[in-house]
C-alpha cells in the first residue's frame, strides 16, 4: 500500500516566538513546515534546531506581498498565520506600518489560501480585541471598544477571516491569543513582552519597573498551552468547530505584582541574590486594559482544549530555558 504523502503546513511568521514554536512542533509531529518569514521581528537563530530538516523549508519574504504569500501557500494543506507587528505601544507610536502588515497582510495571505484552496486557515488573533469591556471573563461573543491601533487591525482580521468564510467557503479559525509566553520570546528591544524582560532584568539583578501600582491583571498563557490550540484548530473534524474565534489562554488571572513574587522566588533557586532585587512602580501604559481572563468553555466544548500549564508552571519552564540560553 502506497504511503500517505506528508500533510504541509504554512506556519507565516514561524522565525517569531510563537511560529518558531509551532514549525518546532510540527516538524516533530512528521508534518512537512513551510516557514515565510521576513525576520522584521523574527530571528534566524529560532530555526537553528530544525533549518537542515528535510521537511523544513524556509522561504523569506513579507506579507505585505502577495508573490510572497502565493508562493508560500503553494501545495499547502494548512496554513497557521502568526506573521503581524505585534505589540499596542508600537502600534500607537507607528499605526500605519502595524496595519499594513496586520490588515493588508492578513488580507494577501487569505486571498492567497483562498486560491491556493488550502484546507484551513488557522491565525492569530488577539485578546486586545476585548478593548474597553470590563466583563470578567472574556466571552468571545460579547467585546467592546478598541484601546489601540494594533487592537483595530486584530478586529479587522476577525472580520475578514468571517467574510472569507461566508463568501468564499475558506474554512478559518482565529486564537485570540491572551498573554502568551515561553521559550524563545525575545527579551531585548523597546518592545519585549514583560515576562522575558522581567527574567532578564532580574537575572541581572536589575530592578523591573511595573507599570502602575502592579494590580492589573492578565491571563499569562504558556507557549504549550497555545501550540495545543493551533493543533486542534487545525485538525478539528468537528463543523461547529470552525469558522468562528476562540480564546485561548489558561483561564485563571495574576496580577504583576504576583507574576514578579514568583518570577523572584523562582529564579532565586538559580541566584539567591535575586530574591532581594527591588521593584520599582511607574506610570500606566497607555492602550493597556486594566484586566484580562478568559473564559474557555468554548474552545473545551468544541475543540476539546485542555491546557496543561499554569502560569507558575510554565514560568518554571520558561526560566529554565533562558538561564541555560541566554
Not at 296 to 311: E, H, T
Request: hydrophobic share 40%; with cysteine; net charge neutral.
Amino acid at each position: 500500500m502506497k504511503a500517505e504523502p506528508l500533510k504541509t503546513i504554512l506556519i507565516t511568521g514561524g522565525a517569531g516566538f510563537i511560529g518558531s514554536n509551532l514549525c518546532e512542533y510540527f516538524l516533530s509531529k512528521e508534518y512537512k513546515v513551510v516557514c515565510l518569514d521576513n525576520f522584521a521581528t523574527g530571528y534566524r537563530h529560532n530555526l537553528d534546531d530544525f533549518i537542515s530538516n528535510n521537511n523544513f523549508r524556509l522561504i523569506v519574504g513579507d506579507i505585505r506581498n502577495l508573490s510572497d504569500c502565493q508562493k508560500a501557500v503553494s501545495g499547502v494543506d494548512y496554513v497557521l498565520h502568526q506573521a503581524a507587528l505585534g505589540s499596542v505601544p508600537r502600534s500607537i507610536v507607528d499605526p500605519i506600518a502595524t496595519n499594513e502588515v496586520n490588515v493588508s497582510g492578513f488580507l494577501n495571505m487569505l486571498v492567497a489560501s483562498r486560491d491556493a484552496k488550502v484546507k484551513r486557515f488557522v491565525y492569530a488573533a488577539s485578546s486586545s480585541t476585548y478593548g474597553d469591556s470590563q466583563d470578567l471573563p472574556k466571552l468571545e461573543d460579547t467585546i467592546g471598544k478598541p484601546l489601540s491601533p494594533y487592537a483595530i487591525t486584530k478586529y479587522v482580521n476577525e472580520l475578514y477571516a468571517d467574510i472569507f468564510s461566508r463568501t468564499y467557503g475558506l474554512e478559518t479559525i482565529g486564537l485570540r491569543y491572551f498573554n502568551v509566553f515561553g521559550r524563545k520570546q525575545d527579551p531585548k528591544g523597546a518592545y519585549a513582552a514583560v515576562i522575558p524582560k522581567f527574567v532578564m532584568q532580574l537575572m541581572q539583578l536589575e530592578s523591573p519597573v511595573i507599570n502602575g501600582d502592579g494590580n492589573y491583571s492578565r491571563d499569562f498563557t504558556y507557549i504549550d498551552n497555545v501550540i495545543q490550540m493551533n493543533e486542534l484548530a487545525m485538525i478539528s473534524q468537528n463543523p461547529s468547530a470552525i469558522n468562528t474565534v476562540y480564546n485561548t489562554a489558561f483561564g485563571d488571572r495574576n496580577t504583576l505584582n504576583e507574576l514578579v513574587g514568583f518570577l523572584k522566588e523562582f529564579l532565586a533557586e538559580y541566584d539567591s541574590r535575586i530574591a532581594d532585587v527591588a521593584i520599582v512602580h511607574g506610570k500606566n501604559r497607555v492602550g493597556d486594559i486594566p484586566h484580562s481572563l478568559a473564559s474557555i468553555d468554548k474552545a473545551k466544548k468544541l475543540l476539546n482544549y485542555n491546557p496543561k500549564y499554569s502560569m507558575q508552571e510554565g514560568l518554571k519552564d520558561a526560566i529554565d530555558w533562558y538561564w541555560k540560553n541566554m
